[in-house]
C-alpha cells in the first residue's frame, strides 16, 4: 500500500522542522482520531482480505514507529527547555560585585580620638558630663555669680529656672573635683551649646575640650608645657604656644591662648588675619573659690585648666574653612576625610 510510505515520508519531512510549541499539532496530525495513521487504517477496509493482515502489520509498525520519535522528541524538548531555565538561573561567579560602602568615622570624631590618644598617653583621664545641666554647675561653682555678665539670657540655652544646656565643658571640673580628691589630671570632651547666630566661625551647638590638673605644686609653667606638648603632638613640632593676659571668672590668673599660624608658620596669611597666631581659648590656674566649693584647701592645692574647641583645632589642622560644614552631613565633604 503506497500510503502507508507516503505517509511515512511526510512524518519524515515534519519532524525534521519540528518546533517544540508544534509538538501537540504533530502528533494530533498523525496520531490523532482524525489524523493520517487512522486514514490509513480506514484504508484498510478496501484492500484485500488475504494482503489485510500483512498491510495491517505495516500500518501498526509505522504506528509505533511515528509514536516513539514523538516521544524522543518530546524528551529532547524537555531537556534543551531544562537546561536552558538552569542557565538562566545558574550565578555567574565571573561578574564583579556590587560593592557595599564601608562606613568611617565624621571627622571630629576623628580627632577627638586623636585628642583623647595624646592626653592619655600624656597621663590624663577621659571625664564625661551631663549636656543638660544645673545652673550651680555650668555657673555658681566655676565663681560665675548671679548677675554675671556671663549668665546673659542671650548667650545661655534655660530649659527652665534651674536647667540649661551646658555653655561649657568646665562643668565637669566641678562634678569631677566633687567625687575625686587630687591629684586629678584629667580631659572631658563634649558638646556645648549657646545662643550665638550662626556665621562661617560660630555654631550654637559646638565641642570643647576641658582640661584640669590638680596637686600639690601645680604652676603656671606646668599649664604651658601641657599645652605646648599638646599643640606640638597636633600640629607638629614647630608650632609655638602664645598666652595673652585675660579674664575669666574660674581661673586666676588667666590666659587667652593661641597657637603660630600652621598655614604660614608665623609670617602672616588669610586665616591667621596677617597676625601669625590662631587663638585657641582660654586658659589660667583654678581659682581659689572653685577649688573651695568642691573642698579642696587652695593653700594646698594648686590647679590649672584649659578649654579648646575641638571644630576649632579641626579646622586648623585639616584646612576647613567653615565651621557650619561639620553638622551639614554633606558627603562630599564627609568623605575627604575618609
Ligand atoms: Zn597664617
Wanted: aromatic content about 10%.
Amino acid at each position: 500500500m503506497k500510503e502507508i510510505e507516503e505517509v511515512r515520508i511526510e512524518f519524515e519531512e515534519k519532524i525534521k522542522k519540528l518546533k517544540p510549541e508544534d509538538l501537540k499539532k504533530l502528533e494530533t496530525y498523525f496520531l490523532g482520531r482524525k489524523g493520517k495513521v487512522a486514514y490509513l487504517f480506514e484504508l484498510l477496509r478496501n484492500i484485500p482480505a488475504k494482503e489485510k493482515r500483512e498491510t495491517g502489520q505495516q500500518i501498526n509498525e509505522l504506528k509505533e514507529y511515528i509514536e516513539n520519535r514523538i516521544l524522543q522528541y518530546k524528551q529532547l524538548f524537555e531537556e534543551e527547555e531544562q537546561q536552558e531555565k538552569l542557565l538562566k538561573e545558574s550565578i555567574d561567579i565571573t561578574v564583579p560585585g556590587l560593592k557595599s560602602e564601608f562606613g568611617y568615622l565624621h571627622i571630629l570624631s576623628m580627632v577627638i580620638k586623636e585628642i583623647e590618644e595624646i592626653f592619655l598617653s600624656m597621663g590624663f583621664d577621659i571625664m564625661t558630663g551631663p549636656e543638660i545641666e544645673s545652673d550651680y554647675y555650668n555657673f555658681e561653682a566655676l565663681n560665675i555669680p548671679e548677675f554675671h555678665p556671663a549668665r546673659d539670657l542671650q548667650d545661655t540655652f534655660y530649659l527652665s529656672q534651674k536647667l540649661l544646656l551646658r555653655t561649657q565643658t568646665s562643668p565637669i571640673q566641678v562634678r569631677t573635683m566633687e567625687v575625686q580628691k587630687p591629684p586629678i589630671r584629667i580631659i572631658a570632651i563634649g558638646k556645648c551649646y549657646r545662643r550665638d547666630a550662626s556665621d562661617s566661625s560660630h555654631s550654637p551647638i559646638f565641642h570643647q575640650i576641658e582640661g584640669l590638673v590638680v596637686d600639690k605644686n601645680v604652676s603656671f609653667a606646668n599649664l604651658k608645657g601641657t599645652l605646648l606638648e599638646f599643640t606640638r603632638q597636633m600640629f607638629g613640632k614647630d608650632t609655638k604656644v602664645r598666652f595673652s593676659p585675660s579674664y575669666f571668672p574660674f581661673v586666676e590668673p588667666g590666659a587667652e591662648t593661641a597657637i603660630s599660624c600652621v598655614i604660614c608658620k608665623g609670617k602672616g596669611c588669610r586665616v591667621c588675619k596677617q597676625s601669625g597666631w590662631l587663638e585657641m581659648g582660654g586658659s589660667g590656674m583654678v581659682h581659689p573659690n572653685v577649688l573651695k566649693n568642691v573642698d579642696i584647701d587652695p593653700e594646698k592645692f594648686q590647679g590649672f585648666a584649659f578649654g579648646w574647641g575641638i571644630e576649632r583645632i579641626a579646622m586648623i589642622k585639616y584646612s576647613i574653612p567653615d565651621i557650619r560644614m561639620f553638622l551639614q552631613n554633606d558627603l562630599r565633604f564627609l568623605e575627604q576625610f575618609k
